[in-house]
């Protein structure tokens, strides 16, 4: 999963669904690429469409 | 009668549950895959979060809000903070009463005569509230507990809202009482809130993001998944997003008025605590710290909120346009750190939460005032860019449907 950076706000609503604690937000989500499964769950509940896969 | 609600926000869903009940055919469109917007519960590691508001009511089970959650007969339970508020200045906390207390003979005069022009609701010009302040006194710690103040409300300095709506705002506090803590947090009222549209018979569509409203005959047609005709539609997706999904519509002048309007900016940070640091249930105002302007301890009115035997605290700042973020955030935990000693031995951040941009903390800035209706008859706006002069935060989105519902009253 890739955050586009432009559209991310900080508001964090994606790291507590992420199954693998992949999330971390601090003023903008930054994913451990090593973690996510690109199981896409971030991508239906982030509120701002900032977060595609890739 | 048909009605489309375009997002199930707090404003979305209480004017589809009012509707519902006075006998429309009620569609509710959500894009996100749950109910509530910015005002619903982040479930995280035992704690309850929020996606957005701290878990509190300006006005307790007194106002808009209140008042419309028992119309509703959604079952709310709203536990007034006690106290209302707290002062923490040069390390020690005070209330409202006592801040008069504080200063020398001439200042506190002065002050008991500001608190005095606040109670009786004088409307002045369109001067700033800190403008208004300084025509009265001339005190640097009486400008940093206003700027405290519209900071945790309305996430603005005291320069960037109007006197009249502080003021304003002072009457209903007078009248109602400071804020309450829903029994469940935000997430408890957005559950009773879908409880009411279900058991009215209105349809939550989540995952269906509205792309078009157009105007077919008499009748707008809402485009989605699929395309579907309604008489009346009630958009809770902001001014902005709901000029562009009407574009075809509405008014360029009006598009362009709303494409203006800037939101108000914030930062959350959330705070898992061994013990309690606050040890009540009130707002403790921070007007010294560099950044905070507030913090909350909700778990000493509703436990559930943390693991048992633990606390959740809540600080928020107001965020300067064009600011660096992540230095307002640092400069954020080294406050919480100062304003507690022991925060390293009982406390550990559980997140940090921007509010801006798209997602804001209000899409209009207190004292904007737009109108619920639109230039297109049938077409409203609900939510935190709709509140009516004197009403903050979560009552003055009740209040802000409140009118739209009149309007809908008066031509349906």
């Excluded at chain 2, 025509?135 to 009486?142: F, G, S, Y």
């Excluded at chain 2, 485009?223 to 009346?232: G, L, S, T």
Aim: hydrophobic residues 40%.
């Amino acid at each position: 999963m890739l955050v586009r950076e432009e559209r991310c706000v900080g508001c964090a609503a994606c790291m507590p669904f992420c199954p693998n604690e992949a999330i971390t937000v601090y003023g903008v989500a930054e994913i451990d690429r090593e973690r996510c499964k690109n199981c896409g769950l971030c991508v239906a509940y982030c509120p701002n469409d900032a977060i595609e896969e890739g | 009668m048909r009605a489309c609600v375009i997002g199930a926000g707090l404003g979305g869903l209480l004017a589809a549950a009012n509707l519902a009940r006075e006998g429309f055919e009620v569609e509710v469109y959500e894009k996100l895959p749950y109910a509530g917007g910015r005002f619903t519960n982040l479930d995280y590691r035992g704690y309850h979060l929020s996606t957005g508001a701290l878990h509190m009511i300006p006005h307790r089970e007194r106002g808009p809000l209140g008042r419309m959650l028992r119309q509703l007969g959604a079952g709310v339970e709203i536990i007034p903070s006690q106290p209302q508020a707290m002062f923490r200045i040069a390390g020690k906390d005070y209330t409202y009463e006592e801040l008069p207390s504080l200063f020398s003979l001439r200042d506190k005069l002065k002050i008991t005569k500001i608190i005095a022009m606040l109670k009786l609701g004088k409307a002045t010009s369109d001067e700033s509230y800190r403008s208004w302040l300084e025509k009265q006194i001339k005190n640097e710690l009486v400008f940093k507990i206003a700027d405290s103040f519209t900071g945790w409300s309305l996430s603005l300095k005291a320069s960037e809202v109007p006197a009249k709506e502080v003021i304003a705002q002072t009457k209903n506090i007078n009248k109602l009482g400071g804020p309450g803590i829903p029994v469940g947090g935000c997430g408890g009222v957005t559950k009773a809130l879908v409880e009411v549209l279900q058991s009215e018979g209105a349809e939550l569509h989540l995952k269906q993001k509205v792309i078009a409203i157009k105007q077919n005959g008499r009748a707008f047609e809402v485009v989605a998944k699929e395309k579907r005709n309604y008489d009346i539609v009630v958009s809770n997706a902001g001014p902005k997003v709901t000029a562009e999904l009407a574009q075809e519509i509405l008014p360029r002048e009006y598009a362009r008025a709303v494409s203006r309007i800037k939101g108000a900016a914030g930062i959350k940070i959330s705070v898992a605590c061994k013990k309690a640091m606050l040890g009540h249930s009130g707002v403790l105002f921070t007007p010294e710290a560099e950044r905070i302007n507030g913090i909350n301890e909700v778990t000493n009115a509703d436990p559930s909120l943390a693991p048992q035997g633990e606390h959740l605290l809540m600080s928020h700042q107001r965020l300067a346009e064009g600011a660096d973020v992540k230095r307002e955030i640092e400069l954020g935990l080294k406050d919480l750190h100062r304003l507690f000693p022991e925060f390293k031995k009982y406390c550990r951040v559980l997140a940090v939460q921007v509010y801006r941009n798209s997602w804001p903390v209000n899409r209009a800035p207190s004292g904007t005032h737009l109108s619920p209706a639109t230039p297109v008859e049938g077409l409203y706006l609900v939510g935190d860019a709709v509140k009516p002069e004197g009403w903050m935060e979560t009552d003055g989105i009740a209040a802000g449907v409140e009118e739209a519902l009149r309007h809908i009253r008066a031509s349906y």
